[in-house]
T-cell receptor, first 111, second 115 residues
């Protein structure tokens, strides 16, 4: 089946630093989504991208839908302790096909 | 209030027990999903229901049996589970099957431990 390669697997950063993570695929996706999961909770949608080249922000978060439609990245600026969690990318290959999820990036912020 | 409520939040059961997980969504969505989340693995889609009909079953063992009595409720019936079935089981819903219109909203999951 289709797979998403999400990297890095984990990150340890200082508070105030910027963060970047990405997802790549060998096939084209029509939709890219970024979720965050806090401990003991379900994933919460951060940003949804529907168009190649689209750049969308949500507060300190910015995500882009790659031009090739095979990748997406998420940036977090000026990280704070509450950014800690696991960030998942998800993609929809086409039409009504189910979402494919990456393995997640575990972010730790050192105050 | 996430809009998607799962009960129980934690469940410990023996391999011979029968239990059920419940999911309820208050968003007026037509599609509901069960996922399994294990450590260091991507979310695994188990079942998809659209308008109360099962549209996807990803080769899930028969010891997991879903039920969708209406568009707001989804159950996962468990019977004779194995230790490797211990995981976080997440329910999600979306307006329909097309992520373009409304991405999936997740519940907080049921943490299942099999003894």
């Amino acid at each position: 089946g289709q797979q998403l390669n999400q990297s890095p697997q984990s990150m340890f950063i200082q508070e105030g630093e910027d963060v970047s993570m990405n997802c790549t695929s060998s096939s084209i996706f029509n939709t890219w989504l970024w979720y965050k999961q806090d401990p003991g909770e379900g994933p919460v949608l951060l940003i949804a991208l529907y168009k190649a080249g689209e750049l969308t922000s949500n507060g300190r978060l910015t995500a882009q839908f790659g031009i090739t439609r095979k990748d997406s990245f998420l940036n977090i600026s000026a990280s704070i302790p509450s950014d800690v969690g696991i960030y998942f990318c998800a993609g929809a290959p086409s039409g009504n096909t189910p979402l494919v999820f990456g393995k997640g990036t575990r972010l730790s912020v050192i105050a | 209030e996430t809009g998607v409520t799962q009960t129980p939040r934690h469940l410990v059961m023996g391999m011979t027990n029968k239990k059920s997980l419940k999911c309820e969504q208050h968003l007026g969505h037509n599609a509901m999903y069960w996922y399994k989340q294990s450590a260091k693995k991507p979310l695994e889609l188990m079942f998809v229901y659209s308008l109360e009909e099962r549209v996807e079953n990803n080769s899930v063992p028969s010891r997991f049996s879903p039920e969708c009595p209406n568009s707001s409720h989804l159950f996962l019936h468990l019977h004779t589970l194995q230790p490797e079935d211990s995981a976080l089981y997440l329910c999600a819903s979306s307006q329909d099957l097309t992520p373009r219109q409304e991405p999936q909203h997740f519940g907080d999951g049921t943490r299942l431990s099999i003894l």
